[in-house]
């Protein structure tokens, strides 16, 4: 039996969740991945798995073994990447979660990191805010990108590195295409954003979140014609006309060019959202996160990003 082989069998069906899925994620057939499993389970002398005719879950020694093959992966990636890393030279891959809201960013930060650092391959995952925390505590990701108000006093283990302050705009169509691209509106409030057909993200978004707060706070009931986990639904349905769409400014800096737009800004309130980096507050860390780290203290490349997004995301 390959221990590590097996470890990654188990993390990928925590991942995953069914037996057939985790088995094709790992190019491996089923009675393949499940007789490895059964392998980990006469080694350990525990059973591992909660067998039904659907994956069910872990048993308490199952989940405590999970722990262990985060680790024992996390402590492989950082060891290949040590042996092949030279002085200023990192080489690997960089997993970045990022909330959809900053996907925008998070492209970017990405193609500058391996631009500075070709040996690095980033991986990016559109992910919320939860499965983000979740990736970063058991150690799946290195990197984080989202809202760090989040984390609080339940995540002191978790160090971040502020980047921007988003704010938000109100996105319909416009009377008139613009010869520039998308076209900056007159301000509006939220209330009067609420008495208009809005897409709005899916409850499970912490965007959701905010974006109900502030409605809230402006003492507006609202209720979205159209709900979406979608960036590209968010900023797509308000073409139509029939549908406008609350957004970031990082989402409209990445609608830029479509001329039918306006984006108009939302006040009273003045709603500010602090987007950032999260990190595992770790002694030990890979080449590449520490490549990664020093790019995103280094805030000029978010410069660059804003200009190229006509400076929405500020």
């Known amino acids: 039996m390959n221990l590590l082989v097996s470890m990654r069998y188990?993390?990928?069906?925590?991942?995953?969740?069914?037996?057939?899925?985790?088995?094709?994620?790992?190019?491996?057939?089923?009675?393949?991945?499940?007789?490895?499993?059964?392998?980990?389970?006469?080694?350990?002398?525990?059973?591992?798995?909660?067998?039904?005719?659907?994956?069910?879950?872990?048993?308490?020694?199952?989940?405590?073994?999970?722990?262990?093959?985060?680790?024992?992966?996390?402590?492989?990636?950082?060891?290949?990447?040590?042996?092949?890393?030279?002085?200023?030279?990192?080489?690997?891959?960089?997993?970045?979660?990022?909330?959809?809201?900053?996907?925008?960013?998070?492209?970017?930060?990405?193609s500058r990191l391996h631009a500075l650092h070709p040996g690095i391959t980033p991986v990016v995952r559109s992910m919320s805010s939860q499965d983000i925390e979740a990736g970063l505590e058991n150690q799946t990701l290195d990197l984080g990108l989202g809202f760090t108000e989040r984390v609080g006093s339940g995540y002191a283990h978790l160090h971040t590195l502020a980047q921007y302050t988003e704010h938000y705009y109100l996105v319909r169509k416009a009377a008139q295409a613009g010869r520039q691209g998308i076209q900056l509106g007159a301000a509006l409030s939220w209330k009067e954003a609420a008495a208009l057909p809005l897409c709005l993200m899916t409850a499970e978004m912490y965007n959701r979140h905010i974006v109900d707060d502030a409605f809230k706070r402006a003492g507006a009931l609202v209720r979205p014609v159209l709900e979406t986990n979608s960036i590209l639904t968010?900023?797509?349905?308000?073409l139509s006309g029939a549908v406008c769409s609350v957004m970031p400014g990082a989402l409209v800096g990445a609608a830029r060019t479509l001329h039918e737009l306006e984006a108009c800004p939302l006040n009273q309130p003045e709603i500010q959202t602090p987007i950032g980096f999260m990190a595992l507050d770790s002694k030990r860390q890979s080449r590449t996160l520490e490549a990664a780290l020093k790019l995103a203290k280094d805030l000029e490349w978010l410069r660059q990003a804003a200009m190229h997004s006509g400076s929405f995301i500020y």
């Open 234 to 238: 968010l900023s797509m349905s308000a």
């Open 10 to 110: 188990l993390v990928a069906l925590d991942e995953h969740k069914h037996f057939a899925r985790a088995a094709q994620a790992c190019f491996v057939t089923q009675p393949a991945l499940s007789n490895a499993l059964r392998a980990l389970e006469k080694e350990f002398g525990a059973a591992i798995v909660k067998r039904g005719r659907t994956f069910i879950g872990f048993t308490a020694e199952g989940q405590r073994l999970l722990e262990s093959a985060h680790r024992m992966l996390r402590e492989e990636e950082l060891l290949k990447q040590d042996l092949s890393s030279v002085s200023g030279r990192p080489q690997g891959s960089l997993s970045l979660g990022v909330v959809p809201i900053a996907e925008p960013i998070a492209a970017r930060f990405a």
